[in-house]
């Protein structure tokens, strides 16, 4: 089974741009979450999408959305980049609709804002 | 915010040794994980617990789900130079999402 897939591996954007982050998730989840990690602050939660649904959402800024596709694909954008978004961005899938399910990580987006 | 409290932060292991690291938290959890990753990865699963005083391993991982279901702890018995990495505890809340641990840094002693 392919694990959860995530593009890019890699991106560079300047202060007030906008970025979108891909995310495919294992065959058959139809949960998918997104966290921001940082050196300082560990694995923050960012929002969890369930059947295109947002189910939960942490406490970040409204710059911060996401969507769901019928396939389960996800996508998270952020609007008017800030230094301080520069961060490993993860998405992680979960099988079943249960809280508690384990979720499965990606290997990020390394996003840069200069 | 963060509800969980994860020690040690960073821990400098040799070869052969045994090591623990361990991970509270203020409320009653249902559920404790143990991730780890390696650098450039994203966490991979290691250890799921669902119930108070369960013991499971992986391996020469074991992991035990404590009885106040305020904590849990994992375990490395003889550690090798791959163990490397940050080792993340994560746990839910009864109705909840889940949290994250800030992360225990190993390292290898030179």
């Known amino acids: 089974k392919a694990g959860v897939t995530q593009t890019p591996r890699y991106l560079i954007k300047t202060r007030g741009q906008q970025v979108t982050l891909s995310c495919s998730p294992i065959?058959?989840?139809?949960?998918v979450s997104w966290y921001q990690q940082t050196p300082g602050q560990g694995l923050q939660f960012l929002f969890e999408?369930?059947?295109?649904?947002?189910?939960n959402k942490g406490n970040f800024p409204g710059r911060f959305s996401g969507r769901q596709f019928s396939n389960s694909r996800s996508e998270m954008n952020v609007s008017t980049l800030e230094l301080g978004d520069s961060a490993l961005y993860l998405c992680?899938?979960?099988?079943?609709?249960?809280?508690?399910?384990?979720?499965?990580f990606g290997n990020g987006t390394r996003l840069t804002v200069t | 915010g963060q509800q969980l409290n994860q020690s040690p932060q960073s821990m400098f292991i040799q070869e052969g040794e045994d090591v623990s690291m361990n991970c509270t938290s203020s409320?009653?959890?249902?559920?404790w994980l143990w991730y780890k990753q390696d650098p450039g990865e994203g966490p991979v699963l290691l250890i799921a617990?669902?119930?108070?005083?369960e013991l499971t391993s992986n391996g020469r991982l074991t992991a035990q789900f404590g009885i106040t279901r305020k904590d849990s702890f994992l375990n490395i018995s003889a550690s090798i130079p791959s163990d490397v990495g940050i080792y993340f505890c994560?746990?839910?809340?009864?109705?909840?999402?889940?949290?994250f641990g800030a992360g225990t840094i190993l390292r290898v002693k030179s």
């Open positions: 992680a899938s979960s099988s079943a609709g249960a809280i508690n399910s384990p979720l499965h």
């Open positions: 065959s058959g989840h139809r949960s």
């Open positions: 999408y369930f059947s295109e649904t947002q189910r």
């Open positions: 409320s009653i959890f249902n559920t």
């Open positions: 617990l669902y119930k108070a005083g």
């Open positions: 994560a746990g839910v809340e009864y109705g909840n999402k889940l949290d």
